[in-house]
């Protein structure tokens, strides 16, 4: 009986592994979003080999200006609701590209943002994070962003607009390239937490 529950909650959390789904905030394939008040060496670029997925991905080529970070910020064609994710115990997901391993030159904090002026969501990167050479996954749970209000209007996960994104600098001053593709929000599905919990039920009954 013991070996039977063991199996059956191993086939169950398979079962549920993939029971998600993803809203795509920037799939970064489209260059026509490229604003020209970005610094020149931050663009869109629509080269599929240089993408984790899709044809595209953002660039921060460090080679113009070593040793500074580099801010991204845009406006998203229409206003975006995650707080189904929010209250579902979503993430953000969103892949880097970095060149040597223990390269800083990454995502050091990202902003989802209600209106202009610091009504926000950030997350920031603990000091010094460090990623392995070529694609890393970012995840950053929901709960973790820290909310600002402006003096007027309060932060709203049902109403996000505008995406912001900092990079850090490469710490010894050589030139690197970041590439970043597919922001997304991920929400788990409630079938997928359902059966979490009813596995947690069954350990906890059999222990009993």
């Not at 080529?61 to 979503?90: Q, V, W």
């Not at 391993?101 to 994070?129: N, P």
């Amino acid at each position: 009986m013991k070996k039977f529950n063991y199996v059956m909650l191993v086939t169950m959390f398979l079962g549920v592994a993939g029971s998600v789904s993803a809203q795509q905030v920037d799939s970064f394939d489209d260059v026509s979003l490229w604003n020209a008040s970005y610094p020149a060496n931050l663009y869109y670029q629509g080269n599929a080999s240089q993408a984790h997925e899709g044809t595209g991905s953002m660039v921060v080529d460090y080679t113009p200006m070593i040793g500074d970070g580099i801010y991204m910020n845009r406006d998203l064609p229409a206003s975006m609701d995650f707080s189904a994710a929010a209250a579902a115990g979503g993430w953000v997901s969103i892949m880097m590209h970095v060149e040597e391993a223990g390269d800083h030159a990454a995502i050091t904090a990202l902003k989802m943002t209600t209106s202009y002026y610091h009504s926000e969501y950030q997350w920031d990167a603990a000091w010094g994070a460090t990623y392995d050479a070529g694609w890393n996954e970012l995840i950053i749970p929901l709960a973790d962003f820290n909310m600002t209000a402006s003096s007027s209007i309060t932060p709203d996960w049902g109403n996000i607009n505008r995406i912001e994104l900092i990079t850090g600098a490469y710490p010894d001053g050589s030139p690197t390239d970041l590439f970043v593709d597919n922001w997304q929000v991920v929400v788990p599905e409630p079938a997928t937490m359902a059966l979490l919990g009813l596995g947690g039920l069954m350990l906890r009954r059999r222990k009993a």
